[in-house]
């Protein structure tokens, strides 16, 4: 199993240009999620799903929309760049019903976005 | 609110015994979780404690008290390979799914 993946990895935009940032995973998970993590601070949610077909908004949506058309795959868009956007993205799922948390987050690796 | 708080840093040596700290506010929550985090790297989840006590897994124990809103992280045996960022965070009864996380604590270990 390949877990939770990200694509890309890395990316630099202009300010104003727009981009998808992919995650995946093959865990069947329910709930997924989607972060931000600025330097030396903890983690604070973009947006985050229940299930297909599901969204709701986190502490930190603006600038941002997200989709959840499987249940595999949670994509983060971003209409129209901005350097405060500047920052490294990660994914995470869960499954409230497994796992030795039943609140337990598996993380993708990350995806570092810079916006000039 | 609910918010967690964190020491930004702590330091210590190679072969000592550390614990961090994580006292909370919040009306009520399902349990805290603790996950560890390299630079450069994805936070991965450490252990979790439903109630009250301490739960132990190999070198890493952690420890819930409801009463007096506050847990630890106990990390012995401390190796270079420890060196990370610690965060803390816990799902509030009114969430769903989500979790709240505190700031993180940077533990550096000094050979």
């Known amino acids: 199993n390949a877990g939770v993946t990200q694509t890309p990895k890395f990316r630099v935009l202009k300010t104003g240009q727009s981009m998808t940032l992919l995650c995946a995973q093959d865990m069947n998970h329910e709930y997924m999620y989607w972060y931000r993590q600025d330097p030396g601070m903890g983690l604070r949610l973009i947006h985050y799903?229940?299930?297909?077909?599901?969204?709701a908004k986190g502490e930190v949506p603006d600038g941002y929309n997200v989709s959840r058309l499987k249940k595999q795959n949670f994509l983060l868009g971003l209409e129209s760049a901005a350097p405060s956007q500047t920052s490294v993205y990660f994914c995470?799922?869960?499954?409230?019903?497994?796992?030795?948390?039943?609140?337990?987050?598996?993380f993708g690796p990350g995806t570092r976005l810079t916006v000039l | 609110g609910q918010s967690l708080e964190q020491p930004s840093e702590v330091t210590a040596v190679e072969g000592a015994i550390v614990q961090i700290n994580c006292t909370y506010q919040?009306?009520?929550?399902?349990?805290l979780s603790w996950y560890q985090q390299h630079d450069g790297g994805a936070p991965t989840f450490l252990s979790y404690?439903?109630l009250d006590g301490l739960e132990e897994t190999g070198r890493f124990s952690s420890f819930l008290s409801r009463s007096d809103s506050y847990g630890y992280l106990l990390l012995q045996e401390l190796q270079m390979k420890d060196s990370a960022s610690y965060f803390c965070?816990?799902?509030?009864?009114?969430?769903?799914?989500?979790?709240?996380w505190g700031a993180g604590t940077k533990l550096i270990i000094k050979p």
């Open positions: 799903s229940v299930g297909e077909g599901t969204t």
């Open positions: 965070a816990v799902r509030g009864l009114d969430s769903n799914y989500q979790l709240i």
């Open positions: 995470a799922s869960s499954d409230g019903t497994s796992g030795l948390s039943p609140y337990e987050q598996f």
């Open positions: 404690n439903a």
């Open positions: 919040t009306s009520g929550f399902y349990g």
